[in-house]
T-cell receptor, first 113, second 117 residues
Framework: SQQGEEDPQALSIQEGENATMNCSYK?????LQWYRQNSGRGLVHLIL?????REKHSGRLRVTLDTSKKSSSLLITASRAADTASYFC?????????????FGTGTRLQVFP | DTGVSQNPRHKITKRGQNVTFRCDPI?????LYWYRQTLGQGPEFLTY????????KSRLLSDRFSAERPKGSFSTLEIQRTEQGDSAMYLC???????????????FGPGTRLTVL
């Protein structure tokens, strides 16, 4: 499989706490994106970071990218019960001439009120 | 146009039957993708269209699968002689090249959940 690895596979926290999830990938990339998926539904784009960027913020989200380690992290600060979902990283690779995304295996986040 | 739509949302079929799914992308998007997602896994790429041209197909797409995008608008994904292993969520996504600063942000539909009995 070409999928990257994410950890942890599952994460349970209380409202107000921060949640950090990590993603590793295998080959050089153009961009790395994070998506959220609520149970049994489509994916919603959260944030995109380019290969020449190291950190990006959007609201309560902070994404870092370390291309030397081929890894990224997503931090959700001050979590809310509504953040409960599965989170996937997705990459598009330099070696391909299409824009298909390669997804990780996902982290299931549960935020308890 | 509020987003990518997919029909039907759910499909239950018997093994050996043919099924067809439809995807309507965001109207100004010229790129359309199909992905398949099984329980507990991330989506896996199946095929990609730019306008009406099918530019890439995954090895996951056996010859029982065929996808079309006539006139570069909506797309259909057909599975012939369905097998139980085809049970999955089939997701459609669309994107546009512009603005370039947005990168390849893809917009996903709600998916079609296929159950093969």
């Amino acid at each position: 499989s070409q999928q990257g690895e994410e950890d942890p596979q599952a994460l349970s926290i209380q409202e107000g706490e921060n949640a950090t999830m990590n993603c590793s990938y295998k080959t050089s990339i153009n961009n790395l994106q994070w998506y959220r998926q609520n149970s049994g539904r489509g994916l919603v784009h959260l944030i995109l970071i380019r290969s020449n960027e190291r950190e990006k913020h959007s609201g309560r989200l902070r994404v870092t990218l370390d291309t030397s380690k081929k890894s990224s992290s997503l931090l959700i600060t001050a979590s809310r019960a509504a953040d409960t979902a599965s989170y996937f990283c997705a990459t598009d690779f330099l070696s391909y001439n299409t824009d298909k995304l390669i997804f990780g295996t996902g982290t299931r986040l549960q935020v308890f009120p | 146009d509020t987003g990518v739509s997919q029909n039907p949302r759910h499909k239950i079929t018997k093994r050996g039957q043919n099924v067809t799914f439809r995807c309507d992308p965001i109207s100004e998007h010229n790129r359309l993708y199909w992905y398949r997602q099984t329980l507990g896994q991330g989506p896996e790429f199946l095929t990609y269209f730019q306008n009406e041209a099918q530019l890439e197909k995954s090895r996951l797409l056996s010859d029982r699968f065929s996808a079309e995008r006539p006139k570069g608008s909506f797309s259909t994904l057909e599975i012939q002689r369905t097998e139980q292993g085809d049970s999955a969520m089939y997701l459609c996504a669309s994107s546009t090249k512009y603005p370039v600063t947005k990168g390849n942000e893809q917009f996903f539909g709600p998916g079609t959940r296929l159950t093969v009995l």
